[in-house]
């Protein structure tokens, strides 16, 4: 008795002190991006980090945005297509890869403004002229740069947020990794169709299960595929999934519920290497289009000190940014 | 003290078993992750598994706070049969209700409050701390002795006197059995809570979060562990109090 | 005219269990009540104590009716309240019904009545660290301490064993010639009857009536084995023949 009181009271007093010792850092807390609209409304965050529209929707009701993620990182990859190893067939992917490559290139062409930005509406329920200052922060893009998609695996292995290194899960090395991690091979065949023959459309795929965030602006092309009816002209059947964020859609990827989705390529790293779950990346969707929203008290980083940041989900793109600017304000994560 | 041990070796030995089944990571890997998490801030979130603990505590230790002000003089005022006609009915209705169904409820009860996770947080805790203590210590207090009553009578007490000297006193050790059970029902609702609010900080947090991240069995089994550890602890020094009480009824552990 | 019993009934439903029981005890007089098992001896005591309304007839004390603040009860458990050491145990008393008095001097009194009992240096005991005969000795003790105009004693010894019920006894007697109460004691037993009495009421079966009241005319301290005493103890036993009594 006497023994294990003394025990407990020192675990007590251990814990309160603990408890107390909270130094001058950012809390960093997981709301989804709806709630984090709301909270900062009501002052129970100060700022947050999210995919468009979001952050120019917070602008348009009043909060400011302190810096757009180009600011914070140069043309920094985001979402990418990815595929489960093993669900799905090549005929699949090529199809999807197409359809994707039509879409972007849709949005991408200036005639088509006026078409992209209804459809942007619709995808995300909000009025045009919110997202067409959403749709400014966005790069639409078919294929991730290697080079800056490995800043996020360095960051990630520094931040000690990986778990396994690339070895223990029985690759030579991470060059060999992501050789297979990022499949450039079936895009490339498919531009190469394409500047061969413009008309060029790959065989028709079967059923396709196919995840994508919701409300997120950055899976447009997922959206301008459906409508243009590209998805429909290279599958027999597309079951959409929405999911509230990337993490979610990689839960799915393990319990085999999809073949392929557009998620952020945060995430996608993450959970490949973290909890092995066997995807490759065989497309790019955006670079940039996540912006840092705060109150208006708030004038540079250094003013976050002490306070409470909104993030999507941990291990997201946005997550990896706020840990980003944070690290160069100086600043601590807790 | 042998038996403990034994006991000890056959669970690790088990655990073993199961980490050779690849079910789960080595007994040790858990452990040195245990106390390294205790002194040193884990990277996602940035914070000790102590930081962690006290963030759940705290909001515990407010929910219970609250739960107690009100289970303990009311559960007393159960001795009179006109209140407790009055307010059983209700509370047999209600005691059913799981704490974790509270929750939607709470959050718009607290939603203009500055902090309404918190508030809601606490609010659950106290709804799962608040039925069982009041139950026990008015089981108590309905139990009280005709005889003492009896006794008390024959030298003039007072309804007020037969409250103070003979049903609270006689009802202590049934107080700190439902403080006892208010608090491990308020430490399981916390945890809970946590898992499903955006709270920010707390065990329930950590581990969800940790599994969110990936990877992290390890850290994940710490966290349940303390979980665990902080449980025992706080019915452990309770029900030794309790045992002091040598007319105490016999209740389970 | 002390303490008078008159003519008291009491049912409990159709159970007739008082059927006008009446009888006097003198100031300062020992008086036992001996009756079969269940004839209605506590309920009559309680009837004394107020504890319970008599269907019929009245107790009084100087001819004015007896009060419950007149009277201190010794119940057959020893009833002690197991939170409170044997000190405060024999304080409730003083401070239900002498609530003029301080703390202070209630400790005093109740001090000064665990000394009469013998039981200094057990003040600070809790009831479970008391045996048997020190619990009923504190319960002895907490009913004196309030001075009462008369003492009701519900078999305070039923429990105990022959040889420290036999010593208990001695100690009350004690207790007794010091204090001189007039007491109401209640027995199953003639023999602790004979031994304690100035006089024995004796009961019938239920419902009760007083068959005798039996003067005891025998100095104390008393001695079993005398003649008069088994004489005694013979005649009380030919009233209550036919019924389960102990020797
Ligand atoms: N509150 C009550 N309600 C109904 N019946 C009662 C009540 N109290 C006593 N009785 C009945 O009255 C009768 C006398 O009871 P009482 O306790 O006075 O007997 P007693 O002489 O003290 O017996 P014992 O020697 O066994 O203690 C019993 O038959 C009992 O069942
Ligand atoms: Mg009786």
Redesign the interface.
């Known amino acids: 008795m006497r023994k294990s009181t003394v025990i407990f009271l020192f675990l007590a007093v251990a814990i309160f002190i603990s408890g107390c010792a909270e130094e001058e850092s950012v809390k960093l807390v997981k709301l989804s991006p709806p709630d984090m609209l709301e909270q900062i409304k009501i002052g129970k965050i100060d700022a947050f980090i999210a995919w468009e529209p979001f952050p120019s929707k917070a602008a348009k009701s009043g909060q400011k945005i302190l810096m757009s993620s180009g600011d914070i990182w140069k043309n920094h990859p985001c979402c990418v297509v990815a595929y489960k190893v093993g669900k799905a067939d090549e005929k699949m992917l090529e199809a999807l890869v197409w359809a994707h490559v039509k879409a972007t290139r849709f949005i991408n062409d200036e005639k088509n403004w006026d078409k992209v930005v209804s459809y942007a509406s619709q995808f995300t329920g909000l009025d045009e002229e919110t997202v067409k200052m959403a749709l400014r922060n966005i790069k639409y893009v078919e294929y991730p740069d290697e080079k800056e998609f490995r800043h996020y695996y360095e960051f990630l292995k520094e931040a000690a947020i990986l778990k396994k290194s690339v070895k223990e899960l029985g690759y030579e090395s991470e060059d060999e990794f992501f050789e297979k991690f990022l499949r450039r091979d079936i895009y490339e065949r498919v531009v190469t169709k394409l500047e061969e023959n413009p008309n060029y459309v790959p065989e028709k795929a079967g059923k396709i299960r196919l995840g994508y965030i919701t409300a997120d602006l950055h899976h447009l092309a997922l959206y301008v595929a459906l409508k243009e009816g590209y998805l429909d002209r290279v599958f027999e059947d597309v079951d959409l999934k929405q999911y509230p964020n990337g993490v979610a859609i990689m839960e799915a990827f393990k319990l085999g519920e999809l073949d392929a989705a557009y998620l952020g390529g945060a995430p996608a790293t993450l959970k490949r290497i973290n909890d092995e779950i066997e995807i490759s990346i065989i497309a790019g969707v955006n670079n940039e289009g996540s912006a840092l929203v705060v109150k208006k008290e708030i004038n540079s980083p250094k003013d976050l000190a002490g306070k409470t940041v909104a993030i999507p989900g941990f291990g997201t793109v946005q997550d990896f940014l706020m840990r980003k600017v944070l690290k160069e304000g100086g600043l601590k994560v807790s | 003290m042998k038996q403990k041990i034994y006991s000890a070796l056959l669970f690790v030995f088990l655990w073993y078993l199961l980490y050779f089944l690849n079910v789960l990571p080595a007994f040790h890997v858990v452990v040195v992750t245990f106390l390294m998490l205790v002194v040193k ?1 884990e ?6 598994l ?2 962690h ?3 759940s ?2 909001r515990v230790l407010a929910g219970a706070i609250v739960a107690f002000s009100i289970s303990i003089p009311l559960g007393i005022l159960m001795w009179f049969s006109r209140i407790y006609n009055l307010l059983h009915p209700a509370i047999e209705v209600l005691r059913p209700i799981p704490p974790l169904a509270w929750i939607p409820l709470s959050y718009i009860l607290f939603a ?1 409050f ?4 918190v508030f809601a947080q606490i609010f659950i805790v106290a709804v799962g701390a608040f039925f069982p203590s009041f139950v026990t210590i008015s089981d108590y207090v309905r139990g009280v002795p005709q ?2 009553i ?8 007072k309804s007020f ?1 037969l409250l103070t ?2 049903v609270l ?2 009802s ?1 050790p049934g107080i700190i059995t439902g403080v006892r059970v208010g608090l491990g029902v308020g430490w399981m609702s916390i945890i809970a809570a946590e898992m499903i609010a ?4 707390g065990l329930g947090y950590f581990i969800l ?1 940790m599994y ?5 069995m390890p850290e994940i089994i710490a966290g349940m562990a303390m979980i665990g ?2 449980g025992y ?1 706080m019915n ?2 309770l029900f ?1 109090l309790e045992e002091r ?3 105490r009824l016999k209740s389970g552990t | 005219m002390a303490l008078e019993i008159r003519n008291v009934k009491k049912s409990f439903g159709n159970l007739k269990v008082l059927d006008g029981v009446s009888f006097e005890v003198e100031k300062g007089e020992f008086a036992c009540i001996v009756g079969e098992s269940g004839c209605g001896k506590t309920t009559l005591l309680k009837i004394v104590a107020g504890l319970v309304k008599a269907d019929e007839g009245e107790v009084l004390y100087d001819g004015k009716e007896l009060k419950t603040e007149d009277i201190a009860f010794v119940f057959q458990d020893d009833r002690l309240l197991p939170w409170r050491t044997a000190l405060e145990n024999v304080m409730f008393s003083l401070e239900m019904r002498m609530r003029e008095l301080d703390k202070k001097r209630r400790e005093e009194i109740a001090r000064s009545f665990l000394e009469l009992a013998g039981l200094k240096g057990f003040e600070d005991y809790y009831p479970h660290q008391l045996s048997g005969g020190m619990r009923q000795r504190v319960g002895i003790c907490r009913a004196l301490a309030v001075n009462p105009k008369v003492l009701l004693m519900d078999e305070p010894f039923a429990s105990l064993d022959a040889q420290t019920r036999n010593r208990m006894q001695l100690e009350l007697l004690k207790i007794w010639e010091k204090r001189r109460k007039t007491i109401l004691f209640v027995t199953h037993s003639v023999d602790e009857a004979v031994f304690l009495a100035d006089k024995v009421v004796i009961l019938s079966p239920r419902p009760a009536k007083v068959l005798k009241v039996l003067e005891i005319n025998l100095e104390r301290p008393r001695d079993r084995t005398s003649p008069e005493f088994v004489g005694y103890r013979r005649e009380i036993m030919n009233l209550l023949q036919g019924t389960s009594l102990s020797i």
């Not at chain 2, 955006?198 to 900080?201: A, C, L």
């Not at chain 2, 969110?212 to 992290?216: A, L």
Request: glycine share 10%.
């Open positions: 801030a990277p996602v979130l940035g914070k000790t102590l930081q603990a006290a963030s505590l705290l203009s500055p902090n309404p996770t005889e003492f009896e006794l008390a009578k024959v030298f003039g007490a006197d000297k003979i006193p006689y202590l955006t709270s920010g900080s979060v969110e991240v990936g990877g992290r550890l902080i602890s452990t020094l030794k009480f040598p007319w």
